[in-house]
């Protein structure tokens, strides 16, 4: 049997900017998709933690370093410039590999800094240094 399990999440990132007049997509600074094991075009859910919006679309890469978290697209209608959002990467796993299986979690600060990855969430307040 597989699950679906969360792969990849980028906690606490604030938006920087929003592009209505855009074909669609999320563009993420390169070196948090490489960081959070994002590719280009992968679906991605995106939750945001200001006004509770949440939409699916995809990755595209923004310049590397440019801490970059774009909506575009229809997304502009929901989430805005300075919202803080989680975006989560989901992946089909076997039964058999799931023991090992670590998703990649990245908490970021007010500038999409990694603060910290972990490899794995507890039930808990997530402290994001703000």
Do not use: W
Not at 6 to 13: D, N
Not at 37 to 64: F, K, M, S
Not at 75 to 96: E, F, K, N, P, Q
């Amino acid at each position: 049997m597989f699950r679906t399990l969360m792969k990849s999440k980028i906690h606490g990132a604030e938006v920087t900017e929003t592009n209505l007049d855009y074909a669609g997509s999320i563009s993420i600074d390169e070196s948090l998709m490489e960081a959070s094991d994002l590719v280009c075009n992968e679906r991605v859910q995106v939750l945001d933690l200001d006004n509770g919006a949440r939409l699916e679309t995809y990755v595209i890469p923004a310049p590397p370093g440019s801490g970059i978290i774009g909506i575009n697209g229809a997304a502009a209608h929901l989430v805005s410039t300075g919202d803080r959002v989680i975006i989560i990467a989901y992946a089909m796993i076997d039964d058999g590999e799931r023991d090992g299986f670590q998703p990649k979690v990245l908490l970021m600060d007010a500038e999409n800094r990694i603060l910290r990855v972990k490899r794995s969430e507890t039930h808990g307040p997530v402290f994001l240094g703000r």
